[in-house]
């Protein structure tokens, strides 16, 4: 796992939907078992959907929480 990526998908924004606006991390875990269930998007998003997925799934959203950047 590169360090960066997983960085910069937990820091990435939602773009769309009822989330928009959102960091993909801090997404509710049943939105990303949606996503699961019914395909993530193709290409860089949908890699980091699939990525913050497995974070949720594997309970390890807390000890990423600190890297969240704050709004400047």
Do not use: C, D
């Amino acid at each position: 796992m590169n360090q960066e990526l997983l960085l910069e998908s937990i820091n990435q924004t939602m773009p769309f939907g009822k989330y928009k606006g959102r960091k993909l991390l801090e997404l509710p875990e049943p939105y990303l078992v949606w996503f699961h269930k019914n395909g993530f998007p193709e290409g860089k998003l949908g890699q980091q959907l699939a990525l913050m997925y497995e974070v949720k799934l594997n309970g390890l959203e807390g000890m990423l929480r600190p890297l969240l950047k704050k709004p400047s």
